[in-house]
C-alpha cells in the first residue's frame, strides 16, 4: 500500500487549491493508488492562531479516518501552544506535529522550537519540517519565508536524539550533514524526496529511513513516482519506501 506523507487540507493564503476537502483529496489518491495519506491543514499555517486550522482539519476528516492521518501545526511562538497540542493529542488524535518556522517567525534552533521539539518527544509524536512550502520565487510580495537550513535541522534532531523528525520538501540534502554525516548523527530523521535525490538518501540514510510524499495537492503526484521508477532497487525495497516505512514510523 502506498502511505504519502505529504498531503495537505484547506485553502493556502496566496493561490487558489483545487481538490482541497477531504472527498476530493480521497479521489486524488484513489487515481493514484494512494491508500493513506498524512495531512495536515493549510490554512492554519497562516491563520494567526493556527488552531483554529487544525479544528477544521479534524471536522474535515471525521469520516475519512480510515485513510487520512492528521498531523497538527503548532506554532511554538504563540500564546497557550501547549494547550492545543494536547487538545490535539486527546481530542483530535494527532500522530504528529508539523512546524513552520519560516512563516512562524522563529529559529530551527530557537528555544521555542527546542520546546515544541521536547513537548512532541514526551507524546512520542514526530516532528514535521518542511525545506520549504512553496518556491520562494513564487512567494507572495509581503511573506518572506526562505527555505529552512538543513544543517541547521540536522543540528536540532543531533540535539534530540529520542525524538523522530520527517523532513519534507527539502532541496539540497545531499550537500547537507544528513548525508555527509550520516554515519555519526542520530538515526531519527526520516526524508522524503519529492523534490528528487532518492538515490543519495537511499545510500547514506538507508531504505528504512526513506519515506514517500508527493504533496498532493498543492503539487502534482507524478514527480514522486518518477523518482520511484528511476530508482534501481526491488520491489521489496521500493514497498519500504512507499508504505511501509512510515507505517512503522507512526505505528499505523
Not at 69 to 97: H, K, Q, S, T
Not at 144 to 171: H, K
Not at 183 to 209: C, H, M, Q, W
Amino acid at each position: 500500500m502506498i502511505f504519502d506523507c505529504n498531503a495537505y487540507l484547506g485553502n493556502f493564503f496566496s493561490r487558489q487549491i483545487r481538490n482541497n476537502t477531504a472527498p476530493e483529496l480521497l479521489a486524488v489518491m484513489d487515481e493514484n493508488e494512494i491508500g493513506r495519506a498524512v495531512v495536515g491543514s493549510l490554512s492554519a499555517i497562516m491563520y494567526r492562531n493556527c488552531q483554529m486550522g487544525n479544528e477544521e482539519l479534524a471536522a474535515e476528516i471525521a469520516d475519512y479516518r480510515d485513510r487520512l492521518v492528521p498531523f497538527a501545526v503548532i506554532n511554538p511562538a504563540y500564546a497557550d501552544w501547549e494547550y492545543d497540542l494536547d487538545w490535539c493529542v486527546n481530542e483530535m488524535g494527532i500522530r504528529g506535529v508539523r512546524a513552520y518556522p519560516q512563516y512562524h517567525s522563529y529559529g530551527v534552533l530557537d528555544p521555542c522550537c527546542k520546546e515544541l521539539v521536547q513537548a512532541c518527544g514526551e507524546r512520542k509524536l514526530p516532528v514535521t519540517f518542511f525545506g520549504r512550502q512553496e518556491d520562494y520565487r513564487q512567494s507572495h510580495q509581503k511573506v518572506d519565508a526562505p527555505d529552512l537550513a538543513l544543517n541547521d535541522l540536522a543540528q536540532l534532531c543531533s540535539e534530540f536524539p529520542q525524538v523522530n523528525f520527517m523532513i519534507l520538501e527539502a532541496i539540497g540534502h545531499g550537500a547537507s550533514r544528513f548525508v555527509t554525516e550520516a554515519d555519526t548523527l542520530p538515526k531519527n530523521s526520516y526524508i522524503e524526496f519529492s523534490r528528487g535525490g532518492v538515490d543519495e538518501l537511499v545510500s547514506a540514510l538507508g531504505v528504512e529511513r526513506v519515506i514517500f510524499g508527493t504533496g498532493i495537492p498543492m503539487k502534482y503526484p507524478g514527480p514522486a513516482f518518477v523518482c520511484m521508477e528511476l530508482l534501481e532497487a526491488s520491489d521489496e525495497v521500493k514497498q519500504q519506501i512507499f508504505g511501509e516505512n512510515l507505517a512503522k514510523l507512526l505505528e499505523v
